[in-house]
């Protein structure tokens, strides 16, 4: 297959689906162009892009348009080989899709309700995403951790990006729920100093940069 020439990403600047995608593009060297989509005001060229989905991030590669952060990341580790994303082992690559299918369809859910809730039904949210984390931490040691400072060893995976934008997530959580803290080394010491590992990382800083022109978006 031939190297992809030109290579777009459409995103918002807020969006955390869309720091994964730059993150996993810069961590693989991956040059490419970015469109800051305005999300209250779609414009034609991106609704075109994917009249089904109409959500960033879309990765434009040679003109053919890619949805869902998910399955870009795992898109772009297939395309551009440096530094791997995934585990070359197929059994391990599985556990890998396994726990960041948890996320996305288990956690990512119940943050939603704790935003939208209040009460009675927010406390028994943040204890499921508690349980949850938990069930993470235990998960990821047991099915794919090794050694090193990163859920994926000496070098930053899957895993990490999707938790580095977990840390992100809870942390801007926490502050909403003035007292609440979802993040606690005791409580999940690894997944704290994997997220911390990864939080060193220049593409973080780097994107977090790029980014700070649209803050006003
Ligand atoms: N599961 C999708 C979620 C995409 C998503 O919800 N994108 C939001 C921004 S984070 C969006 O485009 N919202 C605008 C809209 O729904 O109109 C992914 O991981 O890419």
């Known amino acids: 297959m031939a190297i992809p020439k030109e290579v777009k990403l459409f995103g918002a600047a807020k969006s955390g689906n869309c720091t994964m995608v730059h993150h996993a593009l810069q961590l693989k060297g991956v040059a490419y162009d970015y469109v800051e989509v305005d999300l209250k005001n779609k414009s034609e060229e991106f609704l075109k892009l994917h009249p089904v989905h109409k959500k960033v991030p879309i990765l434009v590669v040679d003109g053919k348009p890619i949805p869902e952060s998910l399955v870009i990341m795992?898109?772009?580790d297939e395309t551009?080989?440096?530094?791997?994303?995934?585990p070359q082992d197929p059994y391990l690559r599985s556990k890998v899709r396994f726990w960041a299918d948890f996320i996305y369809q288990k956690m990512v859910p119940v943050v939603s309700v704790i935003k939208s809730t209040e009460g009675e039904a927010q406390n028994?949210?943040?204890e499921e995403f508690l349980g949850q984390l938990k069930t993470l931490e235990n998960g990821i040691n047991k099915d794919v951790h090794v050694h090193g400072p990163f859920i994926h060893g000496e070098e930053a995976g899957l895993l990490d990006v999707i938790l580095g934008q977990c840390k992100t997530g809870c942390q801007h959580l926490e502050q909403r729920l003035a007292g609440v803290k979802l993040l606690d080394t005791e409580h999940i010491p690894l997944l704290c100093s994997y997220m911390d590992a990864y939080a060193k990382l220049a593409v973080v800083k780097d994107t977090e940069l790029m980014l700070s022109q649209y803050a006003h978006a």
Do not use: D, F, H, M
């Open 74 to 76: 795992q898109y772009v």
């Open 80 to 86: 551009w080989k440096e530094q791997p994303l995934l």
């Open 124 to 126: 028994k949210a943040i």
